[in-house]
């Protein structure tokens, strides 16, 4: 019967100690009333450190930095601070019980990130970093259940005005393949804007004979990471398409650092809902290295070796294979992309609509 008493005295002294405020907590609580947040945090960090600490310390605590994090952005919003007040008050979401709280946190989490993203000058890194401001706070937000719907809204709106600010200097690139690059990084932040994608649609109509390598071509490298992606580059020199097929030369451009083999029946097209369907591949071409000339003074140069209907072709690394092919399928199926992939990498030709 004492060990039942001690038992639960103990547990009761360590509730009570757990609902507690130290002295670095309470002076922490007086520096976020009057607005001292910097002040607010380093208290806050004390209480922590030392362990003693409320119920509602992660409440106040992710108040304070997350406050503090506002007034620095209206200074400086490319100050580093911002980063690390967000950060912990990240940290501190899974503990925050508040839905007031909660709700402010994501909100201005949201708001920093798009008066980051539309500021004027910017990168576009710094747009990058934006949205992914905006889509964290989403995640808490949806994570608690609080504030979901104006994080949405906050995205929405600076989705709009990157828009509104970068789609018209797009559309007066007369290079389709930097159009294209610069197409490819606005869908990244705006993925579901309509003038977005009716301006990639028909850019890639355009550039369906081009192979789309960002190079030296595109000025401003910045999210080249974005769009670079792919291991095998494709063009069409030529197509043909009609309700149920599709028909034309596919070249490929290896950059995966590996040498291979170009395999036809790896070669597939995708519809807009998914649908797939194998190529018939004729004949083609595929370069490679020939020692040329008489012996003693032969040298290596690049030719094209010929590949018979249906079968492989040597697919090297930096250099190009070329294939008739042609896909068949039945009305309503709508052309997307071409892909190839390997265990290498993966290639998609997007045709556009």
């Known amino acids: 019967m004492k060990k039942i ?3 639960t005295l103990a547990a009761a002294v360590a509730f009570s100690m757990a609902g507690c405020k130290g002295t670095n907590e309470k002076r922490g609580d007086e520096h976020l009333k009057d607005g001292r947040y910097r002040n607010a945090i380093n208290s806050y960090l004390e209480a922590k450190k030392k362990g003693n600490v409320s119920d509602e310390f992660y409440d106040n605590f992710t108040l304070a930095l997350v406050r503090a994090a506002e007034i620095e952005a209206k200074k400086d919003l490319s100050s580093d601070l911002i980063n690390g007040y967000f950060d912990k008050a990240g940290v501190n979401m899974p503990e925050v019980k508040s839905n007031e709280v909660i709700e402010e946190t994501v909100t201005k989490m949201a708001t920093v990130g798009k008066q980051q993203a539309t500021q004027e000058g910017v990168d576009f890194n710094t747009v990058i970093n934006a949205f992914a401001r905006i889509d964290t706070a989403l995640v808490y937000a949806k994570a608690k259940g609080v504030g979901e719907g ?5 995205r929405l709106e600076a989705e709009n005005a990157v828009v509104a600010k970068t789609l018209p200097e797009i559309k007066d690139e ?8 610069g197409l490819l990084r606005l869908e990244y932040v705006a993925p579901e804007n309509a003038e977005v994608k009716a301006a990639l649609n028909k850019n890639r109509k355009t550039t369906r004979g081009y192979f789309l390598i960002f190079g ?16 095998y580059v494709m063009a069409l020199p030529t197509v043909k398409m009609s309700a149920t097929s599709l028909s034309g030369e596919l070249q490929f451009w290896a950059s995966t650092g590996n040498n291979t083999e170009l395999d036809p029946a790896k070669i597939k097209l995708v519809s807009t809902d998914g649908k797939e369907v194998i190529a018939k591949a004729g004949s083609g071409w595929c370069e490679a290295e020939v020692l040329v000339g008489k012996k003693g003074d032969e040298k290596i140069e690049k030719k094209k070796q010929n590949i018979k209907a249906g079968t492989k072709g ?9 294939l008739n092919v042609s896909f068949s399928f039945a009305k309503g199926f709508v052309p997307d992309y071409i892909e190839y992939k390997d265990e290498y990498g993966i290639g998609r030709k997007y045709l556009g609509q």
């Open 5 to 7: 008493f001690l038992a």
């Open 150 to 154: 104006a994080v949405k809204t906050l």
């Open 174 to 181: 007369s290079d389709p393949v930097v159009a294209e690059f």
């Open 216 to 231: 030296e071509n595109i000025a401003d490298a910045a999210g080249k990471r974005f769009v670079d992606k792919w291991g």
């Open 314 to 322: 040597k697919l090297m690394n930096e250099f190009q294979c070329s």
